[in-house]
Structure formats: structure tokens, C-alpha cells
């Protein structure tokens, strides 16, 4: 067998990466940034990896697409629709998009409208993607390319297993990861007939869920391999806790179920060649990184002391991502000698909260409502520390970049971020090993007793020092996680060259 890290000899694997969002082309959250990383990374091990995503305004241009497949009818009352082929920006990795504009056409974004609420035939526009999925993936398509494996992603295109299943010569083999459980896809079962489902479907054992039609579920249930993006997810799911009522079938499938830690790019986050910020530095330049501190205090107008622990957070403004526990925790953290820069959107009610805070205590606190990805950059360096209280985080992104930046995140146990960071115990310390501090309760108690840890820490600068050049060196490169993405799929091929 060959090296899983080096390109497979005569015969690719070919891989359908399923998704609705890739950075830089659109992005609401990481599964942009996996659907970005991950297929580059496959294809530099020799995967034949082309991605399939709809053809949001813009994107046909971006791509510099050509058309190779018009007319196409998944359902018989319609949309029409017509794939085109293309290739990601400053990338080698291919891309097919899927055009119907009076489905994707559309202000706003990928899910929601300008006002934020869900695309109300978000049910079709998804069952599209999953569709013409899988009929790229059968004998019948007039594409020369076959996949062999059909790797979607979230409830987007959960339904594209259960389309390869309704077709008896289907030879490809699926993969569903899960990016987030909580976003499920559950539809009224009226969508059935429109989207071509046959109602035998419409079973606990297949797509029904509570008698809602559920697109996370056919994943589950269809798919012949699940991943979650950490291995601890990947128990966490299988707990009524965070199952999410899908549990049951999780640990039915839990043979069949991998936690594979995303990573991340470490060309794009990289302190010492970061076009954003406002001066690289290194490990062996760490003391640099001050510069980045005060123009960030500068910039969003915050009075920060030397002595202050200035405080990151990059996020959704969600219970989910804890918001709601540091905007508890803020009457008392702000007893001590620290600020906090915030960047992100999400509840409603809690960015009003935040705009209140940050016109409260404008020295002191900085909110931008929104996503800037300079700004995102500019927190990452210029930050001393980062926080991420997540309830439940499926592996998180912001941790990783957090550790290669040189600013110690401060989590919560769960998830990824207790699958990536070490926690600054003293034995952690003594072994050099600690890269951040991690704390358990999801209570406002608990984050203000973990940041008064990091202070205490930051106050003693040799440790903190050592805390910063440990996270620094940590390998999260996406060709770890990939050469196991490779793995999986050689269980389902095992001799690509007979394929």
C-alpha cells in the first residue's frame, strides 16, 4: 500500500465534496473554511477531489466557470437547472456549481434573507444540491468524471445519501460529516413528494424525525461512513446531552462513526507573514507581537494599561458559543485589570447586550457587530488572550488559530477544544506541554476563576512566555486530518486501481 502521505501511484481516489458554503467564495461559519482546506489537502496527497456547491450571485464569475452540463431537470415538475465547472481562487482544487438562480440568485445569505430569516423553500434549494449530488455520482450522468465516494457535509446535502439509495446500480460510496448536530434540516413532510421522495422513506428508519423530514437524519441513516469534526464530538453526539434526539441512532452507528480534528491553514494564519496585522512576528520574535496589542487598543479606542489582560473573542453571539456567560461574568471581570474586543453577530438580543456593554464602558470593552476578516486577524495578534466558553463546540477553529498566534485561548472543556488545547495545570507547566486554560462549568463563576488563572499567569512572564511558544508549535496542519479523511476512504476502496 502506498504511504497515506504521499500520492496514490496509477489511480486516484475521486472524491464529490458536497457543500453550501467555501471560503473565500462565501462563508457564515468553519464549515466554509473545512470546505476550503480539506479537498486542497486531499488533492496534495493525490486524491481526485472536485467540489460541488451552488451557484450563490458572483460565484461564476469568481470561479471563471465555463458551462458542461445545461438542461438538467432533478425533478420532473422543475427548477431547471445547469452544473458549470470552474476552479477556486489561488487554488488547485476544482469546483462544479450548481445554477438555478431562481434558487440561489438571491440577496442575503446562503440560508437566510437580508432580515435573517430562513429562505422559506430552503427545503428545495438544499434537496436541489443533494440530488443533482448524487445524479452526478450515477452511471446515467452525462459527466465524464465519476466519484467513487460522495462526501457531503451538514444537513445541506444530508439527503444525497438517500438519493444514491433509491438507485440500484449506485456503485459510490458515501461519507456524511457532521459539522454541527444542531443544525438539522428538518422540513414539513409536505416537501416529500416535491422532491421526488418516495413516502416509504418517511420511516424512523430513514428520514423521519418526530414527523418532521429531516436532511441531518438521511445522512445518519443513509450514509455508509460518518464523521464529526473531533473525536470527542464523536462521543458527545452519542449522549442524550448533546444528541439532540439523534443519539440513539448515532450509537446504533457508532461503528461506522470517526472524530478527525479539523485543522487549519497555516499559510493564511501566520503571524509572521500576516498581511492584516500591524507587525509580524514569530517565536523567536515574540516580543513583536506588543505592537499588534497597541494598535488594536488604538484602533477600536480602548484605554489598556501594560498591566491589563487585554481578552479576545471571535464568534457567533450565541448560547451555543457562551456568549451570553461572559456577558454574565462582565459586572465582575471587570473589577479586575483587563478590556475586551468582540468581534461577531448572531441572537439579536445578545449583540443589543454587547452594543449596550460597549457603550457603557467604551474604554474598557469594543464590540463589532458583523464579520470582518482583517479585524478577525488583527484580534488573533493583538490580543494577550482569547476566549472561547462554548456549551458545545464540535472542534472549533479560533482555538487553533488562537495557540499559532501566540494568545492562550481559555476554553471550556468540550468538544474539539478539549481534543486541541492543554490545560495550563502545574504539571502541564512543568512538562512544557500547557497551551491554554481550560475550565468545566458553563457558568459565569467558572470563566471569571479561569480568567483570573490566566492572569495569574500572564503576571509571571516567564510562564506565560512558556504557555505561548508551547501553543506556537502545535501542528494543526490540515495534511494531518486529511491523510485520516484518506484512510477512511480506502476502507470503502480499498484497491483504487480495480475501482
Not at 487554488?91 to 438562480?101: G, T
Not at 443533482?132 to 450515477?138: H, M, R, S, T, Y
Not at 491554554?436 to 467558572?446: E, I, L, N, R
Amino acid at each position: 500500500m502506498n504511504s497515506p502521505t504521499q500520492p496514490i501511484a496509477g489511480h486516484a481516489i475521486q472524491v464529490l465534496f458536497v457543500t453550501s458554503e467555501m471560503h473565500p467564495l462565501i462563508k457564515t461559519g468553519g464549515l466554509a473554511d473545512v470546505s476550503a482546506a480539506l479537498p486542497a489537502a486531499l488533492g496534495a496527497l493525490g486524491v481526485n477531489c472536485r467540489v460541488l456547491m451552488p451557484a450563490y450571485p458572483g460565484l461564476i464569475e469568481a470561479v471563471g466557470a465555463e458551462l458542461i452540463l445545461d438542461g438538467l431537470a432533478p425533478f420532473a415538475w422543475g427548477p431547471r437547472c445547469r452544473v458549470l465547472s470552474g476552479q477556486v481562487p489561488n487554488s488547485e482544487v476544482p469546483i462544479y456549481l450548481l445554477d438555478a438562480p431562481e434558487l440561489y440568485h438571491r440577496p442575503g445569505g446562503p440560508y437566510q434573507d437580508d432580515s435573517g430569516f430562513d429562505w422559506p423553500d430552503n427545503a428545495l434549494r438544499f434537496g436541489l444540491l443533494s440530488r443533482v449530488a448524487a445524479q452526478l455520482c450515477v452511471g446515467q450522468s452525462a459527466l465524464q468524471w465519476r466519484p467513487q465516494v460522495l462526501h457531503a457535509n451538514d444537513w445541506q446535502s444530508g439527503l444525497a445519501a438517500a438519493y444514491l439509495k433509491l438507485n440500484p446500480s449506485n456503485a459510490v460510496r458515501s461519507v456524511f460529516s457532521v459539522h454541527n448536530l444542531a443544525f438539522q434540516g428538518n422540513f414539513s413532510p409536505d416537501w416529500m413528494p416535491r422532491l421526488d421522495l418516495p413516502w416509504s422513506l418517511f420511516a424512523p428508519e430513514g428520514l423521519e424525525f418526530h414527523n418532521w423530514l429531516s436532511f441531518i437524519k438521511s445522512g445518519l441513516y443513509y450514509s455508509d461512513r460518518l464523521t464529526t469534526v473531533s473525536p470527542s464530538y464523536a462521543k458527545e453526539i452519542q449522549t442524550p446531552e448533546l444528541g439532540l434526539g439523534l443519539d440513539g441512532l448515532l450509537r446504533h452507528r457508532h461503528e461506522s462513526l470517526s472524530g478527525i480534528l479539523n485543522g487549519i491553514n497555516p499559510n493564511e494564519w501566520d503571524p509572521a507573514a500576516d498581511p492584516h496585522i500591524a507587525q509580524p512576528y514569530d517565536q523567536d520574535r515574540l516580543d513583536d507581537k506588543a505592537a499588534n496589542r497597541k494598535a488594536l487598543s488604538q484602533q477600536l479606542g480602548l484605554n489598556v494599561a501594560d498591566d491589563f489582560l487585554l481578552l479576545g473573542m471571535v464568534s457567533r453571539m450565541t448560547y451555543q458559543k457562551g456568549s451570553d456567560l461572559v456577558l454574565d461574568a462582565l459586572p465582575e471581570l471587570l473589577r479586575r485589570p483587563l478590556a475586551c474586543v468582540v468581534l461577531g453577530s448572531g441572537d439579536t438580543e445578545l449583540e443589543q447586550r454587547w452594543r449596550e456593554w460597549a457603550a457603557r464602558r467604551p474604554d474598557r470593552i469594543a464590540v463589532h457587530i458583523g464579520y470582518n476578516e482583517a479585524l478577525a486577524h488583527q484580534i488573533e495578534a493583538g490580543s494577550d488572550a482569547f476566549l472561547m466558553p462554548s456549551r458545545f463546540e464540535p472542534c472549533g477553529l479560533n482555538q487553533m488559530y488562537s495557540m499559532r498566534y501566540g494568545t492562550p485561548p481559555i476554553v471550556r472543556r468540550t468538544g474539539g477544544l478539549v481534543d486541541s488545547v492543554t490545560d495550563a495545570s502545574p504539571s502541564a507547566l512543568a512538562s512544557s506541554t500547557a497551551t491554554g486554560v481550560v475550565f468545566d462549568t458553563a457558568s459565569p463563576a467558572a470563566l471569571v476563576s479561569a480568567v483570573d488563572r490566566t492572569r495569574a499567569l500572564y503576571e509571571q512572564p516567564d510562564l506565560w512566555r512558556g504557555l505561548q511558544i508551547t501553543g506556537m508549535g502545535q501542528e494543526f496542519s490540515w495534511t494531518r486530518s486529511a491523510v485520516a479523511y484518506l484512510e477512511l476512504y480506502r476502507t470503502l476502496i480499498p484497491d483504487p486501481s480495480t475501482a
